[in-house]
């Protein structure tokens, strides 16, 4: 049977053969806070290599004279941290016929009064709706009125948007992220550790490991996101 590598189990037990600690003086609670620091971190790299990775559609229900729909954002009491970073792109369906894509704006772009629903629905058409991000919640102009669809359960909202995973709670926990680089997380708790125990030269060797892992998964990450293909053409030469 081969061994696997994908569990924080398996990392941790590489952590502590590498700094040679056993479990007992290394405990899975000593190591999770650590291994969720460089997790994150690690997820912001692949994010800003390509926002595919964590991306997700989010469906909701428009509802009658409501222009505020809250968000998925940090949660720690509900979500362990997971929540939005991004959001790419806003679908509504005011009359569950037709569906438009909204207008990302901001408040400092907004030249109308926006205070009454009906001013905001004044200046604001449906097919050219806008939307906007203002403490956790998305903002909708103009504002769902009488006319518009609203059955309860209808889905007619759609969010585009950059998920955070969420913390890994537990040794068992496989994380959210490609298996090749499991061994970068693995450096980053390593680096930790050397300081915590005062091993300063192993703690700098474990660093640069790290950052140069990390460089080497931004080089292979950005040539697989390249556009551009290799082509090769017949070259023609002369062998006489």
Not at 33 to 39: R, T
Request: charged fraction near 20%; glycine fraction near 4%; hydrophobic fraction near 35%.
């Amino acid at each position: 049977m081969s061994a696997t590598y994908q569990t924080l189990s398996n990392i941790f037990t590489l952590v502590r053969n590498l700094s040679n600690k056993d479990s007992t003086t290394l405990t899975d609670v000593t190591l999770m806070p650590i291994a969720n620091k460089y997790y994150y971190l690690m997820i912001r790299e692949l994010i800003g290599l390509s926002e595919e990775f964590y991306a997700e559609i989010s469906s909701a229900a428009l509802v009658l004279n409501q222009r505020e729909y809250v968000l998925p954002v940090d949660d720690t009491a509900t979500t362990f941290g997971g929540g939005l970073i991004k959001i790419l792109r806003v679908e509504a369906s005011y009359n569950n016929t037709n569906w438009y894509v909204g207008t990302p704006t901001s408040l400092q772009n907004i030249r109308t009064p926006i205070t009454l629903d009906v001013d905001v629905n004044r200046y604001n058409t449906q097919a050219n709706f806008k939307y906007y991000y203002l403490d956790g919640s998305l903002f909708l102009e103009p504002v769902p009125d009488s006319d518009d669809y609203t059955t309860v359960g209808n889905t007619n909202l759609k969010i585009y948007w950059v998920k955070r995973p969420n913390e890994l709670a537990s040794a068992s926990n496989i994380p959210d992220m490609p298996k090749d680089w499991l061994s970068v997380l693995q450096e980053g708790i390593l680096y930790d550790v050397f300081r915590m125990f005062g091993r300063t030269a192993e703690a700098a060797d474990a660093k640069q490991n790290y950052y140069g892992m990390v460089g080497r998964m931004r080089e292979l990450e950005q040539t697989i996101n390249e556009n551009e293909r290799l082509i090769l053409r017949p070259y023609p030469k002369n062998y006489k």
